[in-house]
């Protein structure tokens, strides 16, 4: 089954304590990318990937950290939490098509994260 | 800096109550525009993607619309299952970011 699967789904943690969020897609996509979301503020972008080791940030990306070691993966890594993170965060894959986006994006199914 | 606006905030429907949600944007060139639908507690669907002025996407009982400035999302007779957040996003031709808007609350009641 095509998915995008994300780990923890939910996480309770202490402010300044290190945390990785993966995600991974089996659907060979090129494009990967995280959000946040937020009452009142919508979804935001945090970080997306183009390709492996090809990085860059969104509107929110203070505060996070990515990589993109392989084709497949793309975790979400918060060095030193704080309470302004507690968010709802998701991983998304794309295909691109014939060097632009189709644009099909696939969504996981979100990690609530709690910082406290 | 890319903007998306939506409304309206929230909308509630009798079933078979036609109306649409409305996508204003403001990008510098826009590559494309799209339309998802998020139920909740889960990640946001995929509806439609849609490039440029005068383009149209239908599914089923939607229909998406866009112009140089905004986009619609008309529903026609919808039915309870239609219940969600309706999220529209824009991506511009200078990058890979993408914007999304605060979305519409959709409840349709039977």
């Known amino acids: 089954e095509a998915q995008v699967t994300q780990n923890p789904r939910y996480l309770i943690t202490v402010t300044g304590k290190k945390l990785t969020v993966t995600c991974s897609q089996n659907?060979?996509?090129?494009?990967m990318s995280w959000y946040r979301q937020d009452p009142g503020l919508g979804l935001r972008q945090i970080y997306y990937s183009m390709n492996v080791e090809v990085t860059d940030k969104g509107d929110v990306p203070e505060g996070y950290k990515v990589s993109r070691k392989e084709k497949r993966n793309f975790p979400l890594i918060l060095e030193s939490p704080s309470p302004n993170q507690t968010s709802l965060y998701f991983c998304?894959?794309?295909?691109?098509?014939?060097?632009?986006?189709?644009?099909?994006?696939?969504f996981g199914p979100g990690t609530r994260l709690t910082v406290t | 800096e890319d903007q998306v606006t939506q409304s309206p905030e929230a909308l509630r429907l009798q079933e078979g109550e036609s109306s649409s949600l409305n996508c204003s944007y403001t990008?510098?060139?826009?590559?494309?525009l799209f339309w998802y639908r998020q139920d909740p507690g889960k990640g946001p669907e995929f509806l439609f993607t849609?490039?440029?002025a005068g383009e149209e996407k239908e599914k089923e009982r939607l229909k998406a619309t866009l112009t140089k400035k905004e986009s619609f999302l008309h529903i026609t007779a919808p039915k309870p299952e239609d219940s969600a957040t309706y999220l529209c996003?824009?991506?511009?031709?200078?990058?890979?970011?993408?914007?999304f808007g605060k979305g519409t609350l959709l409840t349709v009641n039977p």
């Open positions: 990008v510098s060139g826009l590559r494309g």
């Open positions: 998304a894959s794309s295909p691109l098509a014939g060097g632009d986006f189709s644009y099909e994006q696939y």
């Open positions: 659907m060979n996509h090129e494009y």
């Open positions: 996003a824009v991506l511009p031709r200078s990058n890979y970011k993408l914007t």
């Open positions: 849609l490039y440029s």
